[in-house]
Structures are given as structure tokens and as C-alpha cells.
């Protein structure tokens, strides 16, 4: 990927050579000296050239002296020279054909790097002349690598002269020079503020009644260099980021500054994902498919290895890129590692990656997020898995649980299987073995994987029942909130032992509310059996109440009985459903046995039991609750329906 050189600023650094006026004109691909004597020398460089005079140039130069006096012992009237090895070729040249004969010529940060190589190369050294081509083109170099723009344009314009800069070390002094000012406080040295532009800005402002007002300049923040690196070709920025690297930079500037190079030079990263990007990677640029595919693995390569340093949103882009330009397994590899280091920073949106594989099953690539989401699990474990873990509500509020990035990654995984669901592709095992990566303990609430299981179960209306238990048990019914359970008590697609257990579980939890209130209101009455309310009396010495104190307790009392009344309407209308849906089974009597249970008989009384000893649908269900977990069955005590 070649150097963009853009247009010179005005302020440019420039010196002037020689005091001559103009003594050569062109004629198409030839150079003519109009001094009147003739032309005894033709010096032949690419498709130019030119006809000069052997004095002028065996004075300043050791090559072309030694060409000459070659040419010379042929006894030819007229010496002809090819030099197409010249660094900057014709053009570089004629510059230094003008320097020979004493014309004015001018030394920019533009050409004062082919111009040294080409004296370089010309041997014009002190030797032949005090104050030569190779010495006045060092002092300039000195000046030009004071100024930040001036270097920024002379290592641009090192590309054209490989591998003469790199002998002469004009690359390397360039780079030290840059990295040493943008690490430094940039109001230090002398650098014309380019602010991603080249022309420049006025410092004054017109106001309302057309007064001029002088506005203040604006502090350089961290970022302002990163524009300037952008210009340079992939080897020699490269060279500046492990430059700034060295010279002990933030890692955030440095991941900041790729950013900025990997969007201008890397269009797909500038999209959203989009199933078609594999068919139009190389749209919108001129850039190859190779050269952006070098590009992004050197940028990965190049990239902090700091936790947080780079945004999970860029990383997760720069994977999806790679997989387009079909990058290199150890690229994608440490891309994955890097997302899953830091996966509680990522947004839904960024993990829908399309699938780009050749052999396409589903739509996005849930293989990659299932690795990238055992990288976070390997790396974020603060329990052992076969530990019980409790988590504090002020904890996950607080953020100063270890605990807390897991909750979020289980809240990401979740909308990304609800997003992925609808697939008809996605098969039931990749579907469990993404859900199970979560331990339980990291879902405060299942209403997310409950979302998640019910759009998978209405997009795969073929799942058997025992495939639509098996899904179900990746939910904890216990832990649904009051709207999840309604939805779930009334979804035909769930099992009928999950819409029981929920329905069991919600009676449950009403009951436990109303004891709950009931016990506060009974306490209350056995503290103050003067039927004071618990209120406190008047601090005159007198029984008498504060009526402002009875007020509040009156309004509490009425609004912990309306609460209960709420509670018991609750639990009525979960007793009527409960009730329908006996009534549409035909009999609470065949429940037992399809939810796998049977009649127990008692070793000791080999008699078959009597009907008002037989469970309860309540109670035959509470003491498999745990059964439909997954865990061992126990037989608890029969709540009260």
C-alpha cells in the first residue's frame, strides 16, 4: 500500500540555492543549457535527456567525474552517460544538473529526501566542493525534522527513494523525531497544527455587528496526531506506533491512533454486519483484498495487549472484517481471545456476525461467540462450578461483586439466543450448549432465557416433547418474574410440567407475600394491645396521641389491607386457572402419571391406600420439583392449597 502525499501546506519549510536565473528550457523529453557553448556531455535518465557541459558536473560530482574520464579515453567528440539508477530519477536530476550550474532552486520538505539520496548516490561531497549538494541537503534535513509537519511530509516522500533512505538512515532519524514529539506536550516544539487539514484556518471570527473577535486558540487534545500518522503507507506507520511504543506511550493513545488508520484504510469496518459484505468486500476502495487482509493482521498484531485498552465494539468489527477477508487462523484466534477477555463491554449488535464459513448452517456464526464465550467463562471463573453461590442484590447494583461482569454476559447471552432463535437452521444442541454456558447463579432473574426458549420453541414447532423439556430445563421457573410467569402460565408451546411447576411456584410465592403481611399486621397488634397503633404518645407526660402520628398509621393499616386483598384476588384467579386446566385434562388423578410419578405403596402395608391418602397435585408436584431441575427428587411437606 503506497504513501498518500497530500497537498503541501503553505508555511512549508524552504531554502534557497543559487543566485543564476533559468539556463535550461525543454524541448519534449530533452533538457537544453542555453549558456551558447555547445553541449559536449548527453546524460541519459529514464526517457529524459539531458545535454549539459562536463565542467559544471565533474566539479561537484565524484560519479560523474569518474563516468567522464571514462568517456573521455574512448576519444569521442560527444561523452554520453546513462545514469538510470539515479534515486528520484529525471526529475530528482534536473535539480541537481540546475545545483551543478549555480541556478536557483528551492529545498523543500518535499524534495530535500530524494534530493540527499541523490547526492548520495552523485557523490557530491565536501571533497570536491565546500558547501556541496550532500551537506546543504543535511542542514535542511536538521530544520525539517524540528517541525512535526514538515517531518510527517518528508517520510512520506520516503517510499519514492528505497532502499537509499534506509542506508542513510533518513527513515529511521525521521521516525525517532515524530514518535519523540507526539509523546511529548505538542505546545513544545514548533508544529503547525494541521487539524486534519492543510489549509489554513483564520484566528479571528465576524460577530453579529460584524466587529472582528479574536478567538482563542483551542488546546491540542491526545488525538492530534493520529490524522497526520494516517497519510503514511502500513511499513513506515507501523515503525511509528512501535516508535511511540517504545518511548513509553498510553496504550489507549496508541489503540486510538490504529482505530483511526484501520477505518480509513479498511471500509468494512465502517458498516454494519450485513450478509452481502462477503460478496462486496473490495466495494467503495482501490485497495485490494491482500493488501487489506496484510492490513488487518498487522493492525491485530500491532494492538495493545492491555484489558479495556481497545473497545470490545472495535474488536468484535475487526473480527467480523477478518472473517470476511478470510484472514489467517492465528489473527482470528487472537481476536476472539481479546473479545472474550472483555465480553461484558460488548453490545448486542456487534456479536451478530454472519456466518461467512463455505459450508453455511445458520445465518450468524454462533460456533465463534460459543468460543469467544468459553474464553470469558476460563478467565472470569471466581467459583469453582460445583460451589453454590449466592449473589447480594446491593452487590450486582454496585458493581463490586467479581460476579458482576458474569450477570452481564448472562443478560448478552440471552438476547443474543432470542436473536438467533428464529433461525429454523439452529439446532437444539448448539442452542443448549450457548444457554449452558451460564451458570445459574449468574441470572438473577430468567425471564431473558424464558424470552429466549419460547421463540425457539415457536420457530421449531417439530421439537418432540421430550426435546421441549430438555430445552426447558435451562430455566429456573422460580426465578420468573410476576409478567414472565403469566405469559408462561398461558403458552401452549411449554410442557404441561412446566406450566404447572410455574403456576406452582406463583401460588407459592403469593402465599409467602401474604403470610408475610399477615405476620407484620399480627405483630403490630400483639406489640400495642391498647389499640394505639403503635403510635408514640405526646411528650407532655399524657396518653393522648399525636393525630398526625394517627393519621400515617391509619393510612398504612388501610394500604397493608388493601395490599393483602390484591394478593388474595391473585391467588384466586391463579386457583381458577389452575382449575381450568385440571378441568381440561379431565382429571387431576392422571396428572401424576404424566409427569412420570405413580401411586406409592408402603413396604409395610402391602393394602392398596386409601383415597384421601393419595397426593395431592400440589404436594406430588412440589416433591418433584427439583426432578424437573435436573436434581434429586425429595419429598417435602405438602403446602396448603
Known amino acids: 500500500m503506497s504513501a498518500h502525499l497530500r497537498r503541501p501546506p503553505e508555511d512549508m519549510a524552504c531554502v534557497k540555492l543559487g543566485v543564476k536565473s533559468e539556463a535550461f528550457h525543454r524541448e519534449g523529453q530533452t533538457w537544453v543549457c542555453t549558456t551558447g557553448l555547445p553541449s559536449d556531455i548527453i546524460v541519459q535518465v529514464g526517457e529524459m535527456s539531458f545535454h549539459l557541459h562536463k565542467f559544471p558536473l565533474l566539479s561537484k560530482s565524484g560519479l560523474l567525474e569518474q563516468l567522464i574520464e571514462q568517456c573521455s579515453m574512448e576519444e569521442s567528440s560527444l561523452c554520453a552517460l546513462k545514469l538510470h539508477g539515479v534515486p528520484g530519477g ?6 541537481v544538473t540546475k545545483f551543478c550550474y549555480g541556478v536557483k532552486i528551492e529545498l523543500t520538505a518535499l524534495n530535500v529526501v530524494i534530493l540527499r539520496c541523490a547526492a548520495e548516490y552523485l557523490r557530491m561531497t565536501e571533497e570536491y566542493e565546500q558547501g556541496n549538494l550532500i551537506a546543504q541537503t543535511e542542514v535542511f534535513l ?15 516522500t520516503c517510499e519514492e527513494v528505497q532502499p537509499y533512505v534506509e542506508e542513510l538512515h533518513i527513515v529511521s532519524r525521521c521516525i525517532d523525531s515524530l514518535a519523540t514529539k507526539a509523546c511529548s506536550d505538542p505546545k513544545l516544539f514548533s508544529r503547525p497544527m494541521s487539524g486534519g487539514s492543510d489549509i489554513k484556518k483564520p484566528t479571528g471570527t465576524v460577530s453579529w455587528n460584524g466587529i472582528a473577535a479574536e478567538s482563542k486558540p483551542q488546546s491540542p487534545g491526545e488525538n492530534w496526531w493520529y490524522e497526520d500518522t494516517s497519510f503514511l503507507s502500513l511499513p513506515l506507520y507501523k515503525r511509528l506506533i512501535q516508535a511511540v511504543e517504545s518511548k513509553g506511550m498510553r496504550p489507549e493513545s496508541i489503540a486510538a491512533s490504529l482505530i483511526t488508520y484501520a477505518r480509513k484504510y479498511l471500509p468494512l469496518m465502517n458498516r454494519l454486519s450485513s450478509f452481502n459484505d462477503a460478496n462486496h468486500a473490495n466495494s467503495g476502495t482501490n485497495i485490494s483484498d491482500e493488501d487489506q487482509r496484510v492490513l488487518l493482521e498487522e493492525i491485530v498484531g500491532l494492538l495493545p495487549n492491555k484489558k479495556g485498552v481497545t473497545s470490545s465494539k472495535f474488536l468484535l468489527r475487526l473480527l467480523r472484517t477478518a472473517m470476511i477477508l478470510h484472514a489467517s487462523q492465528s489473527c482470528t484466534d487472537n481476536l476472539e481471545k481479546r473479545v472474550g477477555t472483555q465480553l461484558d463491554q460488548a453490545v448486542l449488535i456487534d456479536l451478530l456476525i454472519p456466518n461467512m464459513g463455505y459450508s453455511v448452517e445458520t445465518l450468524y456464526d454462533i460456533d465463534c461467540i460459543q468460543r469467544i464465550l468459553d474464553h ?10 460445583s460451589s453454590p453461590c449466592i449473589i447480594e442484590e446491593g452487590q450486582l447494583m454496585t458493581g463490586t461483586d467479581p460476579l458482576t461482569p458474569v450477570t452481564m ?3 448478552l447471552v440471552d438476547g443474543y439466543l432470542a436473536e438467533v432463535a428464529p433461525d429454523v437452521n439452529l439446532k437444539l444442541p448448539k442452542f443448549q450448549a450457548l444457554a449452558a454456558v451460564i451458570p445459574e447463579y449468574a441470572r438473577p432473574l430468567d425471564d431473558g432465557i424464558y424470552h429466549a426458549i419460547d421463540v425457539f420453541l415457536k420457530a421449531h414447532p417439530w421439537l418432540t416433547d421430550a426435546e421441549r423439556e430438555l430445552l426447558c430445563r435451562l430455566m429456573n421457573c422460580n426465578k420468573l418474574s410476576l409478567e414472565a410467569s403469566t405469559h408462561a402460565a398461558q403458552n401452549e ?23 408475610g403481611w399477615l405476620f407484620v399486621d399480627n405483630l403490630e397488634n400483639s406489640q400495642n394491645p391498647s389499640g394505639n397503633l403503635g403510635l408514640p404518645s405526646k411528650n407532655d407526660g ?18 397493608v389491607r388493601e395490599r393483602v386483598l390484591e394478593l388474595q384476588k391473585e391467588c384466586s384467579s391463579m386457583k381458577k386457572e389452575l382449575q381450568k386446566l385440571v378441568k381440561n385434562k379431565r382429571s387431576w388423578s392422571i396428572l401424576p402419571i404424566r409427569l412420570g410419578f405413580r401411586k406409592k405403596v408402603d413396604p409395610c402395608c402391602p393394602k392398596e391406600s386409601k383415597a384421601s391418602d393419595r397426593m395431592t397435585p400440589a404436594s406430588c408436584f412440589s416433591g418433584q420439583q427439583n426432578h424437573v431441575n435436573g436434581e434429586v427428587p425429595h419429598s417435602p411437606a405438602t403446602p396448603q392449597t
Open 90 to 95: 529525471a526529475k530528482a536530476f534536473e535539480l
Open 142 to 156: 536538521n530544520e525539517v525534522f524540528g517541525s512535526w509537519r514538515d517531518s510527517i511530509i518528508a517520510l512520506e
Open 376 to 385: 470469558f467463562m476460563l478467565v472470569n471463573q471466581p467459583y469453582p462450578s
Open 409 to 411: 454476559v448472562a443478560s
Open 542 to 559: 399524657s396518653n393522648q396521641v399525636d393525630p398526625a402520628q394517627v393519621d400515617r398509621a391509619v393510612g398504612f393499616d388501610h394500604e
Open 493 to 515: 408451546r411449554l410442557p404441561l410440567r412446566v406450566i404447572v411447576q410455574v403456576l406452582f411456584f406463583e401460588q407459592l410465592r403469593l402465599r409467602t407475600s401474604i403470610s
